[in-house]
């Protein structure tokens, strides 16, 4: 077994020269707050590249999200349909205004939010404020079905596009879709400012009011005057310095990351699993590639909250004994999103799914797995990445 002597990430930063040119310039000219050419150059190639009209960066997209249920109008008592398998992050802002999030099952087309069980849930609390919509490992999920639902139940639709910017829909950019759209500039993102994000939308008075909240809500006047609550959640221009040196690698990294998409699909096929999927009318930036086992190749888990061990079986494996023998190998893989209703945490929050007897996430978390997913990964790194799976199956 090859035991590699640097670790093999699932997906680290690149760093391109510029970053330091402008990370010094702001040092030099003594711009390091949250003013800047740094910041107001990353906002113009956002929205150029996006397509949008307004771009607000901010400290993270976490932040984003956060303004952005609050501009949305979500309070106490308010439901939010929300995305079931995502990161904490997608649902959090919820919960911070005293909101409930109803956890929203996926479809297997995309991995990502079904328009069918959002239909359903919007049966059972039509009169909830927002929904929010995350499109996993750089995969769009079915935005304009979802926006049709949005729209016929006047829910505000918030499209979590933070890992998937510079995917597309139906040749529309990922991040306008939603009323309010949030991107992601975090350490291991497709693009990152080491931490960062933007609140997208085309409407100039929710920018201009998004940009207020995210700097104490200081009314236009000389001395401090404040008629609502605000928040510290401006991006820092020595933070924009570093995504204004990567955004114009946006396109190389996607091309980089979708060879290694492609490489796996060739090395692993004839294996009884299938990769992440994407429908045929989108594209994807293929920030992670992830696999899937098919049902009758999975040897068995046993799970609980805070274990997992699994019977070894020829002809079979599962996520776990991949895990495992990649990680003896000194490779970072990664088990899908732990669907939020299934988190200690979350256990209060309401969950809706198609059939009321199964749920889509839980069997997506337990067949599949992130394989390391780095733009900097060698070919032939990734080829014995992909050896060692198929002997997992031997
Ligand atoms: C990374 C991520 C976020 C949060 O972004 P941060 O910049 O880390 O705050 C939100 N939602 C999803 C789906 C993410 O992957």
């Given at each position: 077994?090859?035991?590699?002597?640097?670790?093999?990430?699932?997906?680290?930063?690149?760093?391109?020269?510029?970053?330091?040119?402008?990370?010094?310039?702001a040092i030099l000219t003594n711009w390091k707050s949250t003013?800047?050419?740094?910041?107001?150059?990353?906002?113009?190639?956002?929205?150029?590249?996006i397509g949008?009209?307004?771009?607000?960066?901010?400290?993270?997209?976490?932040?984003?999200?956060?303004?952005?249920?609050?501009?949305?109008?979500v309070g106490k008592g308010d439901y939010v349909l929300c995305s079931d398998m995502t990161f904490c992050a997608t649902i959090n802002p919820v919960i911070y205004e005293n909101?409930?999030?109803?956890?929203?099952?996926?479809?297997?087309?995309?991995?990502?939010?079904?328009?069918?069980?959002?239909?359903?849930?919007?049966?059972?609390?039509?009169?909830?404020?927002?929904?929010?919509c995350a499109?996993?490992?750089?995969?769009?999920?079915?935005?304009?079905?979802?926006?049709?639902?949005?729209?016929?139940?006047?829910?505000?639709?918030?499209?979590?596009?933070?890992?998937?910017?510079?995917?597309?829909?139906?040749?529309?950019?990922?991040?306008?879709?939603?009323?309010?759209?949030?991107?992601s500039f975090n350490g291991n993102k497709i693009i990152t400012g080491s931490t960062g994000g933007c609140l997208l939308t085309d409407d100039e008075k929710i920018a201009e009011h998004i940009r207020k909240l995210s700097t104490q809500s200081k009314e236009p006047v000389p001395w401090y005057q404040h008629e609502e609550i605000g928040y510290n959640y401006r991006m820092s221009n020595i933070v924009a310095g570093i995504i204004r040196g990567q955004l114009p690698y946006l396109e190389d990294h996607i091309?980089?990351?979708?060879?290694?998409?492609?490489?796996?699909?060739?090395?692993?096929?004839?294996?009884?699993?299938?990769?992440?999927?994407?429908?045929?009318?989108?594209?994807?930036?293929?920030?992670?590639?992830c696999i899937l086992i098919n049902k009758g190749a999975m040897c068995e888990q046993k799970r609980t909250d805070m274990t997992v061990t699994f019977e070894r079986e020829s002809g079979k494996s599962c996520p776990t004994e991949i895990f495992e023998?990649?990680?003896?190998?000194?490779?970072?893989s990664r088990p899908i999103w732990k669907p939020l209703h299934m988190q200690p945490v979350y256990k209060d929050c309401p969950s809706v799914s198609v059939d009321d007897s199964f749920s889509v996430c839980e069997d997506i978390f337990e067949r599949g797995l992130c394989l390391p997913s780095d733009n900097k990964m060698k070919a032939e790194t990734q080829d014995i990445i992909i050896q060692t799976i198929r002997s997992c199956f031997e």
């Open positions: 077994m090859e035991i590699f002597s640097e670790k093999v990430w699932i997906s680290t930063p690149t760093y391109h020269e510029e970053e330091i040119d402008y990370i010094k310039e003013i800047g050419e740094n910041i107001d150059e990353i906002e113009r190639l956002v929205c150029e590249k949008c009209r307004y771009a607000v960066a901010l400290s993270s997209g976490t932040s984003a999200l956060h303004l952005a249920v609050i501009e949305a109008g909101a409930t999030p109803v956890l929203i099952d996926s479809e297997y087309d995309s991995w990502n939010m079904d328009p069918v069980a959002l239909e359903k849930a919007f049966k059972l609390y039509p009169n909830a404020k927002a929904v929010i499109n996993l490992y750089g995969t769009p999920s079915k935005l304009d079905e979802i926006r049709d639902i949005c729209d016929r139940y006047g829910a505000v639709l918030i499209e979590d596009a933070a890992e998937s910017f510079g995917a597309s829909y139906r040749g529309k950019m990922s991040g306008t879709f939603g009323h309010l759209n949030v991107i091309a980089q990351k979708k060879a290694i998409y492609e490489r796996y699909r060739e090395g692993l096929t004839g294996l009884p699993l299938t990769l992440n999927p994407h429908t045929p009318d989108s594209e994807p930036n293929f920030w992670l590639s023998t990649l990680k003896a190998m000194n490779v970072e």
